[in-house]
């Protein structure tokens, strides 16, 4: 049996992903995978993804994962990156796209008309590079990872929850956003650990080891 899939839809950095969980876990059986059948049979699930929302969903039905992904978000450890993060949520504004609907809430993007930093200086959008991440929840996936560690960021949409108890973390850029969010076996971020050295490495680490109640 695959310990830990990695959900190919074709869009994402997966192999990035994959050397990051391999080298926390080299006894593990990392599998990138489109193959339904795989995703069903693992022990757990990462869900990773870049790109614009419309090709994610449709991708994700052409290749007839949906179900699949679906199904392992709710009974096995599942991580869900960037946009794997923005699916889970009902709709996006980016396309105006429903999403997997698995948590509650919507993606808005950052309004760059109006974004600026605490000196009234333009911030773009994306919002690309290193940023803290507030931890506002204790959780096991932030075990080792001290508060307002910084984690690196590429994205012009952030996730609006619906359920302020899923929220686990915010970071900041002109405003506070949810970077990071929570549900019974899903933990799901904004920003990539696959590119956040040696904070991104232990937090792929905890979820090798995260055994959700």
Request: charged fraction near 15%.
């Amino acid at each position: 049996m695959t310990d830990i899939a990695i959900v190919d839809y074709g869009m994402g950095n997966l192999h990035s992903v994959s050397k990051a969980l391999e080298h926390v876990a080299p006894n593990a059986s990392v599998v990138i995978t489109s193959d339904p059948a795989v995703v069903r049979k693992a022990a757990r699930v990462v869900f990773p993804g870049q790109g614009a929302m419309p090709n994610c969903i449709r991708e994700l039905d052409v290749r007839g994962l949906r179900s699949a992904v679906m199904e392992a978000a709710a009974n096995k450890p599942f991580l869900g990156i960037c946009i794997g993060l923005q699916m889970l949520f009902e709709m996006s504004e980016e396309g105006n796209v429903s999403g997997l609907g698995i948590m509650s809430g919507k993606v808005t993007r950052f309004p760059a008309l109006t974004m600026k930093d605490d000196s009234g200086r333009k911030l773009k959008v994306p919002h690309m590079g290193w940023n803290q991440v507030h931890q506002a929840t204790e959780h096991p996936m932030w075990a080792d990872i001290a508060n307002d560690t910084r984690f690196y960021f590429v994205h012009s949409y952030f996730v609006e929850a619906a359920n302020l108890e899923a929220i686990t973390a915010y970071s900041y850029y002109s405003f506070p956003f949810v970077c990071a969010v929570a549900k019974d076996n899903i933990f799901a971020v904004q920003f990539h650990p696959e590119k956040s050295q040696a904070a991104g490495l232990t937090l792929l680490n905890n979820f090798v080891h995260w055994e959700p109640n």
